[in-house]
């Protein structure tokens, strides 16, 4: 072999070292993992497995993680090109006795059907579509925190570039923008997405992270997907699946049903009924209030919801009672259904009345407000009339739930443990209204109305006829 074939040898090695060695950008790290998931001719996939979900905001006490459900069998289905995505979870329930809220109890089999498309959300609840404009922002991000849809919205956007070492190998983080969020996804040396996180809002929480790992990647068709699935929101799991079939380019059909398309956005409405002198009934759909007239005050029982809804009880209390300062707010719970408007309040300088264990968590999120902690009892009054909170002792709902009791009107107003619906009691009662009887008992309340936030006022008979005890 001759000096100069040696040295055309010599040069194509060293210029193979050097591109092997040539600093990556994001482009070729995303067009590397496009090859490798089989992203790029991919317009829709089908999955579908088992595992556990967990309620968001349901905890039994703000520092303990989600409550679980177990997924007896979990369907995703997305289309890629026109942003949609339909999501079947069948569920039973997870922890037995039951922890913490998000519809606990389950009896039997539940099953959730969750879509969007583009800026469109909505629910099945049998055939009947029902709106659901609130989860539109999460479920079109969710789309993007798949692996194929992390690559696709990546390359589609200005995407930057960081190499870094983790435990003795090499990842590259992506990052960039989609819409108005901050999307960042690891992708390994062997050009597999490994993880994304992101961040959604949450009426609570404010900016709330939400990070998704992904592991035991197997070829299906050709296509690259991962087995194992597993995402946290607010520093809990939310959701952890095994995956068991995966259909790529799987036709998807998800059309906005009219019913959708055409619902007009739901007022945010307070409907008043008076229970007593000096006591209303807040109705608001779903989640309701009650506000409390004092000599030179008033007190309101429950914020759920939003600040939206807040704003509105609070326009309403304004009309209803006109000149008297609002000085508190009773706090039956942390459940961020019914701690969703409690920021607007401490933005006004409203006292926060609360469960010792939420004070801290509180402050935490809401820094300048003023809150007042409740063991197991404390009473507001001004001599004329008498306001006593009281913990719901042992209900494992929330280790801090708290009723109002008003003495002088025979009222008790309560959360989640007892929430009147039309039709026959459950079987077997609910523990959480089990619960509650023996708490009224204990304290020897005498009550004649149960107030709930969930529900319609009724006599504590229909309480005591849904735990099947006698009621003569």
Not at 136 to 145: F, N, P, S, T, W
Not at 364 to 379: C, I
Request: glycine share 8%.
């Amino acid at each position: 072999m001759t000096r100069s074939t040696y040295s055309k040898l010599g040069l194509v090695a060293a210029l193979t070292s050097a591109l092997a060695c040539a600093p990556k950008d994001a482009k070729s790290v995303l067009e590397g993992a496009a090859s490798a998931l089989g992203a790029s001719e991919l317009s829709s996939i089908q999955y579908t497995g088992q595992g556990s979900n967990f309620a968001l905001g349901q905890s039994p006490r703000p520092d303990a993680p989600w409550p679980k459900f177990n997924v007896l069998r979990y369907e995703r289905a997305i289309d890629y090109r026109t942003s949609s995505s339909r999501e079947v979870l069948v569920r039973t329930q997870g922890e037995n006795p039951p922890r913490g809220g998000g519809g606990q109890p389950l009896a039997g089999e539940q099953t959730q059907t969750l879509l969007v498309s583009g800026a469109t959300a909505w629910n099945l609840a049998g055939e009947n579509a029902v709106a659901a404009p609130a989860a539109a922002a999460e479920r079109a991000i969710q789309i993007v925190l798949t692996p194929h849809g992390f690559v696709k919205a990546a390359l589609a956007s200005t995407p930057t570039l960081a190499e870094e070492t983790r435990d003795g190998r090499t990842v590259y983080t992506i990052s960039f923008r989609h819409g108005d969020q901050d999307v960042r996804g690891t992708i390994n040396a062997e050009n597999l997405v490994e993880s994304i996180e992101t961040t959604i809002q949450n009426t609570v929480l404010g900016v709330m992270a939400v990070s998704t790992s992904f592991s035991e990647y197997k070829d299906f068709g050709g296509v690259q997907f991962p087995t194992r699935i597993v995402q946290s929101q607010g520093g809990h799991p939310t959701l952890d699946v095994t995956i068991a079939e995966v259909t790529p380019n799987a036709p998807v059909e998800i059309a906005i049903p009219e019913a959708v398309a055409s619902a007009a956005p739901a007022p945010v409405t307070v409907a008043s009924e008076k229970l007593a002198d000096g006591v209303w009934f807040l109705a608001g759909g779903s989640h309701h209030s009650v506000l409390v007239e004092f000599q030179d005050h008033v007190a309101v029982i429950e914020a759920p919801l939003s600040p939206e809804r807040s704003e509105a009880v609070m326009a309403e209390v304004e009309k209803l009672v006109p000149g008297k300062p609002l000085r508190y707010l009773v706090n039956t719970h942390h459940h961020f259904d019914h701690s969703g408007g409690v920021q607007t309040y401490a933005a006004k300088g409203v006292t926060i009345v609360t469960h010792e264990m939420n004070v801290p968590f509180y402050q935490g999120l809401y820094s300048g407000g003023t809150f007042e902690a409740v063991g197991d009892h404390k009473s507001l009054t001004d001599g004329a009339r008498s306001l006593e909170i009281h913990l719901v002792q042992g209900n494992t709902h929330n280790e801090g739930l708290l009723m109002v009791y008003l003495p002088k009107e025979k009222i008790l107003v309560e959360a989640d443990a007892f929430s009147p619906r039309p039709g026959p009691p459950s079987t077997p009662a609910n523990p959480f209204s089990v619960n509650l009887h023996e708490n009224i008992v204990r304290l020897n309340l005498d009550v004649e109305r149960i107030v709930p936030i969930h529900g319609t006022v009724v006599p504590l008979t229909d309480l005591k006829t849904a735990i099947g005890q006698a009621t003569d």
